[in-house]
């Protein structure tokens, strides 16, 4: 007699709308429904909820406003991950099948796959570089001489340096393209900070809210989405994504 397969999480979808929705919703769509698809072919449970920006004064907050409104939706569901995706993020076909198998292990609470955006950040020397088409993630910095605190993984343009395993720990992620167990939205809200001396987004609050709760934030490096910011960001994207396989392929 075989054993049952284990039963799988179910996942439910959360999806920020920004300003350039409708202008890439058709291709939005069609990336997302294949990831849906491929999870759903192999006994999975998929619900998903779309927010758009409009509740708030400023961008930050209509931001935030709307990731806690999914999140709420999300919490009313008895779905067991939080899947976090903003419009303009196309999703590899098997990015929720291989993150909710990374979010299976122990310590895995928030598992973000890769794509990119414009950021600033400061080098190992402490010195201040322009935006940036860079990861959306960071590591931690030891040296408290650096500000911000983080260090932007792009930092020596050397992708493969940052990359020593399949999935690795990581400090805070963005919140385009990222898993979440319930655990950590059950106790944590989205957030920003905004003072004259520190400004920390939403995605990088809830990472650090996290951390202190004993949760961990990890990355899944063979996932990479396209992150369709804007004409440049999408030439870039495109340029950086190519030049990544071709380097992986040569091994």
Known sequence: MTEPKPKLPKVFIGILAGKKHDRFATL???????AIKAYVQIGGVV?????????????????VNG??????????????LYFSVDSDVLLPKMSIVSLVGDCMADGCDIV????????KYENEKGIKRAIEFCPVMFFKIDDKKQKPHM??????????????????????????????????????????????KLAIGEDISLCVDAQKKGMKVWCDSYLWALHLKDDKALKENR????EFNLEKKKK
């Not at 619900?47 to 931001?63: H, L, P, Q, Y």
């Not at 990731?67 to 067991?80: S, Y």
């Not at 393209?177 to 003072?195: A, D, P, S």
Request: aromatic residues 10%; hydrophobic residues 35%.
């Open 28 to 34: 939005f769509n069609k990336h997302l429904d294949e």
């Open 47 to 63: 619900g998903k909820a779309v927010c758009k920006e409009n509740i708030g004064d400023t961008m930050i907050d209509r931001i």
């Open 67 to 80: 990731r806690n409104i999914l999140r709420d939706a999300f919490l009313q569901t008895d779905c067991d």
């Open 112 to 119: 973000s796959g890769i794509y990119f955006g414009m950021l």
């Open 151 to 196: 260090r932007n993984c792009r930092g020596s343009f050397n992708l493969h340096e940052y990359f020593p395993s399949r999935v690795f720990q990581i400090h805070s992620c963005g919140a385009g393209f990222v898993m979440i167990k319930r655990k950590v939205l059950e106790t944590i809200k989205w957030r920003h900070t905004h003072t004259k």
């Open 239 to 242: 340029k950086e994504v190519v």
